[in-house]
């Protein structure tokens, strides 16, 4: 096909349905002397899940238009971002990632050996690379490395100097991997334009950028590997599809934030040129459409009721789907899933009494942190600070725990008298923790006991450590992802805190951080 194609026309199949393109005059001129040299990049951290089909979707897009892609399983940049992959998982994640994606591709009838696969540990080890990251790391200023990282790279309040290698790692890439252009998400914006800045700098040439929308995802957010809501696995059964689908953000002529519709525009389109909305005769039956903005017109207009949608892309997800999980069902893909990601509540090690717990080799897990509902027993003013109570706390040991907390502001000494609260009971003694969310304590159900365990859903058995490691910032690292959600429920990555009578709840706060 690429053969057949000027181009002109092989630009715009490059660049069709794009949101961005920096570089447009420098892509024009490489179609007219050659083919365009490409790169997609994904960092080995969680499990790919259905809106990689976007990204699949253009790389069929390149290789028709004659492109020379090379897919990057930046493994290193997996271990930058926030230890997002345990070094001792990299291999495994990197292999898990090659089989996942080719057979994606493979779903969608892309010829793999058009393809050019690079792990990114095979180059960025070496001397040269080193030293032009240490050539980089003496031009460009913290100020820029994490601005150009901070829709990408995992924010935190004290960020580890990984993280902001990680932009710069990227933009070398562009070179070591010979390419003319690097294509990703449209997040990735200010580390494309970081690139264009810097690598001149050190001799090398300006890339041009191709940039994808970002997919909504079930939920009406960004789609993302950490909230399991959010998403669809690659391995989800069709019972599974069929429920996360059901309860996908769809409301009746809302096209904005519409992740099904979305995936229609992104994904079903490109790969098959039309879709069919399928319905009862009585409704109308079924109705093929051959141009996208149709189907977004007659949705908005409530024409298509979002109960078809899901349904009709219910149909054309699994048919995607099929290939991937019947290859997945091989006892040795099996095997490598389940060393790749292993089940967190069977990772953890026994901790050795009055050390911290499980070893450095665990993984950042909720359960590593002992929280227990707790019932104020006195509550009094700090002898030496009128803005802070001393407050004792019974967690159902021996003897109360003593902390200090700042809500003098907010609550009256008698409203925190005798009240059910949350404690991180297993900091060091004199940074005993009570779970507060900005200025309002978190609520256990009712009927709440001192001492009741609280756990982070689907990790109820996993055994806290004994004591966190103040130098390995356990809980620095978990609190990051601890929030509150819409309906006033405590949540870790969209995973509900509970106990065995419920759900952790505040009263009134919607959408804050808890700390």
């Given at each position: 096909?690429?053969?057949?194609?000027?181009?002109?026309?092989k630009?715009?199949?490059?660049?069709?349905?794009?949101?961005?393109?920096?570089?447009?005059?420098?892509?024009?001129?490489?179609?007219?002397?050659?083919?365009?040299?490409?790169?997609?990049?994904?960092a080995?951290?969680?499990?790919?899940?259905?809106?990689?089909?976007?990204?699949?979707?253009?790389?069929?897009?390149?290789?028709?238009?004659?492109?020379?892609?090379?897919?990057?399983?930046?493994?290193?940049?997996?271990?930058?971002?926030?230890?997002?992959?345990?070094?001792?998982?990299?291999?495994?994640?990197?292999?898990?990632?090659?089989?996942?994606?080719?057979?994606?591709?493979?779903?969608?009838?892309?010829?793999?050996?058009?393809?050019?696969?690079?792990?990114?540990?095979?180059?960025?080890?070496?001397?040269?690379?080193?030293?032009?990251?240490?050539?980089?790391?003496?031009?460009v200023?913290?100020?820029?490395?994490?601005?150009?990282?901070?829709?990408?790279?995992?924010?935190?309040?004290?960020?580890?100097?990984?993280?902001?290698?990680?932009?710069?790692?990227?933009?070398?890439?562009?070179?070591?991997?010979?390419?003319?252009?690097?294509?990703?998400?449209?997040?990735?914006?200010?580390?494309?334009?970081?690139?264009?800045?810097?690598?001149?700098?050190?001799?090398?040439?300006?890339?041009?950028?191709?940039?994808?929308?970002?997919?909504?995802?079930?939920?009406?957010?960004?789609?993302?590997?950490?909230?399991?809501?959010?998403k669809i696995?690659?391995?989800d059964?069709?019972?599974?599809?069929?429920?996360k689908?059901?309860?996908?953000?769809?409301?009746?002529?809302?096209?904005?934030?519409?992740?099904?519709l979305?995936?229609?525009?992104?994904?079903?389109?490109?790969?098959?040129g039309?879709?069919?909305?399928?319905?009862?005769?009585?409704?109308?039956?079924?109705?093929?459409?051959?141009?996208?903005?149709?189907?977004?017109?007659?949705?908005?207009?409530?024409?298509?009721?979002p109960?078809?949608?899901?349904?009709?892309?219910?149909?054309?997800?699994?048919?995607?789907?099929?290939?991937?999980?019947?290859?997945?069902?091989?006892?040795?893909?099996?095997?490598?899933?389940?060393?790749?990601?292993?089940?967190?509540?069977?990772?953890?090690?026994?901790?050795k009494?009055?050390?911290?717990?499980?070893?450095?080799?665990?993984?950042?897990?909720?359960?590593?942190?002992?929280?227990?509902?707790?019932?104020?027993?006195?509550?009094?003013?700090?002898?030496?600070?009128?803005?802070?109570?001393?407050?004792?706390?019974?967690?159902?040991?021996?003897?109360?725990?003593?902390?200090?907390?700042?809500?003098?502001?907010?609550?009256?000494?008698?409203?925190?008298?005798?009240?059910?609260?949350?404690?991180?009971?297993?900091?060091?003694?004199?940074?005993?923790?009570?779970?507060?969310?900005?200025?309002?304590?978190?609520?256990?159900?009712?009927?709440?006991?001192?001492?009741?365990?609280?756990?982070?859903e689907?990790?109820?058995?996993?055994?806290?450590?004994?004591?966190?490691?103040?130098?390995?910032?356990?809980?620095?690292?978990?609190?990051?992802?601890?929030?509150?959600?819409?309906?006033?429920?405590?949540?870790?990555?969209?995973?509900?805190?509970?106990?065995?009578?419920?759900?952790?709840?505040?009263?009134?706060?919607?959408?804050?951080?808890?700390?």
């Amino acid at each position: 096909m690429a053969d057949q194609l000027s181009p002109d026309e092989k630009f715009d199949l490059i660049t069709r349905n794009l949101q961005e393109v920096l570089g447009e005059e420098k892509l024009k001129q490489v179609l007219q002397e050659r083919e365009l040299k490409v790169y997609w990049g994904t960092a080995t951290t969680g499990k790919p899940h259905v809106a990689y089909f976007v990204p699949m979707s253009k790389i069929a897009d390149f290789l028709k238009a004659g492109c020379e892609v090379t897919i990057l399983f930046a493994d290193l940049h997996a271990y930058l971002d926030n230890m997002k992959a345990p070094w001792e998982l990299l291999e495994l994640r990197v292999k898990y990632y090659e089989q996942v994606i080719k057979a994606m591709l493979e779903s969608i009838g892309v010829p793999l050996e058009k393809l050019k696969f690079v792990k990114g540990t095979d180059y960025q080890l070496s001397r040269e690379y080193t030293l032009d990251v240490y050539r980089l790391s003496s031009m460009v200023t913290e100020h820029d490395a994490k601005k150009a990282g901070a829709e990408v790279v995992k924010q935190v309040e004290h960020p580890l100097l990984s993280g902001l290698l990680y932009p710069g790692l990227q933009a070398l890439d562009e070179e070591y991997l010979k390419v003319d252009a690097q294509f990703g998400g449209v997040d990735q914006r200010k580390i494309f334009t970081l690139a264009e800045k810097y690598l001149p700098s050190l001799g090398y040439a300006k890339r041009a950028h191709l940039m994808n929308p970002m997919v909504p995802g079930l939920t009406g957010a960004k789609m993302s590997s950490s909230e399991e809501e959010s998403k669809i696995d690659l391995l989800d059964s069709r019972e599974d599809v069929k429920k996360k689908l059901k309860k996908a953000f769809c409301e009746p002529g809302n096209i904005q934030n519409n992740g099904v519709l979305s995936f229609v525009k992104y994904v079903l389109f490109p790969l098959h040129g039309d879709f069919c909305i399928k319905r009862d005769p009585k409704w109308g039956g079924d109705k093929i459409y051959t141009v996208f903005e149709d189907v977004e017109k007659d949705f908005a207009e409530e024409m298509i009721h979002p109960g078809d949608l899901k349904a009709s892309v219910e149909v054309a997800l699994n048919q995607l789907l099929e290939p991937i999980r019947k290859k997945f069902a091989l006892p040795e893909l099996r095997k490598l899933t389940n060393l790749a990601y292993p089940d967190p509540s069977k990772t953890r090690k026994g901790g050795k009494a009055g050390g911290g717990g499980g070893g450095e080799d665990d993984e950042l897990v909720p359960s590593r942190l002992d929280i227990r509902v707790g019932k104020i027993i006195s509550v009094e003013k700090h002898p030496d600070a009128d803005s802070l109570y001393l407050e004792k706390i019974d967690v159902g040991e021996a003897e109360p725990r003593t902390v200090v907390s700042g809500l003098v502001a907010y609550i009256s000494q008698e409203d925190l008298q005798d009240r059910m609260v949350l404690m991180l009971c297993n900091l060091k003694p004199q940074k005993m923790l009570s779970f507060v969310l900005r200025v309002e304590p978190l609520d256990p159900p009712e009927g709440s006991s001192a001492g009741d365990r609280v756990f982070v859903e689907g990790y109820e058995s996993g055994k806290p450590d004994d004591r966190l490691n103040p130098k390995k910032k356990v809980w620095e690292k978990l609190q990051v992802d601890l929030k509150i959600s819409d309906e006033c429920v405590a949540q870790w990555k969209d995973k509900q805190l509970m106990t065995k009578l419920g759900q952790i709840t505040c009263k009134t706060l919607k959408g804050g951080n808890i700390s």
